[in-house]
Every structure is written in structure tokens, then in C-alpha cells.
């Protein structure tokens, strides 16, 4: 059980374009999806965490008009990078938790990752 | 600001060799903490998890990590490896939010040879 998927694995594209991956819960309803993006050699960096219906929330330095955060249901979040440049190339991760403040503490389910390379 | 450090980036051992990892982290609240392990190929597991009790959690495939307080260590072990173990091993601490808002260490690779 706690199966996410995201889509594609890897992507490459030019410059200026716009690049959505999406992040699905298969066999739960994910309450808040985070989006993660890890550099070569280096650990995974939150960028935002997306609660269903609202807003997300960026952390400091993440340009939210660059990186486009939606998680319009319980199972399905995307991320889209807009204007894509090379200095955005990286490994982008989600993970999903059915976690809530009433909740309690639940643990976070990870997506394969997709590399994101920009030509 | 709040980090997350794993000593050792790159650990190889024989099999049947003891295992433990470093982790520390910097934050003086109440925490929560996990260590995650990813295969080759594979996306990040769960491994094991403290949130409060017993400061010996013991987790899956043998693994179990001990919480000293005041040493701010959360530090991952196992007492005989296995080459089916080689891994990265990623430590993480949530100061205690409820949404688990992870912040993680740079991860340690573990080569485990025949």
C-alpha cells in the first residue's frame, strides 16, 4: 500500500518552455503533497508543501511564480516549471502523507523523482 | 537555520560487518525523526521513525537508530550487514510542525561487498 507515482521520470527540454510533472497517491487520499528538489550530491530540499484546496506553501528562495504548485484533488498534485532554464536541471521529488494538524503525525510516501534537464 | 548532518557520505563494509551511521541535527525543540533508505532504482522508503517513548526504535530489515537528546544524534545501526543493504540512507528531523515538514541530511551511500 502507500503507492505514489509520478509522471514522467525524465524529461528533457528546451529552454523557455514549461514542464509539468504531476504526483498521484494510488491507494490513499493524500492530504498534503510536498515537492522536493535535490541537487547533485546534496540532500533533498523541501520547495513547498501543498495542502488540497489551497494555497501552497513556499519555502524561502523558491519563486513561486516559477514553480507552479496545483493539488486540485486528494490523489493528484502537479508541479509545473515555467520558463524552464538550465539552471533549473535537477532531480524534482513529491511525496504524499495523509498527514493533518487533527491528525496527527503520518508519514510521508515518495515518488520515484523525475530528472529535469534543460537544454 | 535548522540542518541536518550525516557524517559519513560514503561507507563501505564486508558483508557481516557492523553498521552505524551518523546523524546530528541542530534545532533545541521538540523533534521528530526518521531515516530513509532508497535502493538503486528505487524511490525513498521509510526505514524507521522516533516520535516519542523509547528512545531505541527498532525498524524494518534489522535496522534500529537510538535518540540522544543531548547529543542532538539520531544515529542509524545494524549489527551485521548484508549486500542486499547497499543503499543511500538519508536522515530527516521534523521540528515537530504535524505536516512533517522534513528537513534532510546529505545522505550516506553504503557499499556493502560478497
Known amino acids: 500500500g502507500a503507492v505514489v507515482s509520478q509522471h514522467p521520470s525524465r524529461v528533457i527540454c528546451k529552454s523557455g518552455t514549461s514542464v509539468k510533472i504531476e504526483c498521484r497517491s494510488l491507494?490513499?487520499?493524500?492530504?498534503?503533497m510536498f515537492w522536493y528538489r535535490q541537487f547533485p550530491k546534496q540532500s533533498l530540499m523541501l520547495m513547498a508543501t501543498?495542502?488540497?484546496?489551497?494555497?501552497?506553501?513556499?519555502e524561502q528562495g523558491v519563486e513561486k511564480d516559477k514553480f507552479l504548485i496545483n493539488h486540485a484533488s486528494l490523489t493528484l498534485s502537479t508541479l509545473t516549471v515555467t520558463s524552464a532554464h538550465p539552471e533549473d536541471s535537477s532531480f524534482y521529488i513529491c511525496?504524499?502523507?495523509?498527514?493533518?494538524?487533527?491528525?496527527?503525525?503520518?508519514?510521508?510516501?515518495f515518488g520515484d523523482g523525475t530528472r529535469l534537464s534543460i537544454l | 537555520a535548522q540542518s541536518v548532518s550525516q557524517h559519513n557520505h560514503h561507507v563501505i563494509l564486508s558483508e557481516a560487518a557492523s553498521l552505524e551511521l551518523g546523524c546530528n541535527y541542530s534545532y533545541g525543540g521538540t523533534v521528530n525523526l526518521f531515516w530513509y533508505v532508497q535502493y538503486p532504482g528505487q524511490h525513498l522508503q521509510l526505514l524507521l521513525k522516533?516520535?516519542?517513548?523509547?528512545?531505541l526504535v527498532k525498524g524494518i530489515k534489522g535496522f534500529e537508530a537510538e535518540f540522544i537528546k543531548s547529543k542532538f544524534s539520531f544515529n542509524l545501526r545494524k549489527p551485521s550487514v548484508q549486500w542486499s543493504d547497499t543503499a543511500e540512507y538519508f536522515c530527516?528531523?521534523?521540528?515537530?510542525?504535524?505536516?512533517?515538514?522534513?528537513?534532510f541530511g546529505t545522505g550516506t551511500r553504503l557499499l556493502v561487498s560478497p
Open positions: 491507494d490513499f487520499q493524500a492530504t498534503t
Open positions: 511525496s504524499a502523507s495523509q498527514g493533518a494538524p487533527d491528525l496527527g503525525n503520518q508519514p510521508q510516501h
Open positions: 501543498s495542502n488540497e484546496g489551497s494555497k501552497a506553501t513556499y
Open positions: 530527516a528531523v521534523d521540528m515537530n510542525t504535524g505536516f512533517q515538514k522534513l528537513v
Open positions: 522516533y516520535f516519542s517513548g523509547d528512545p
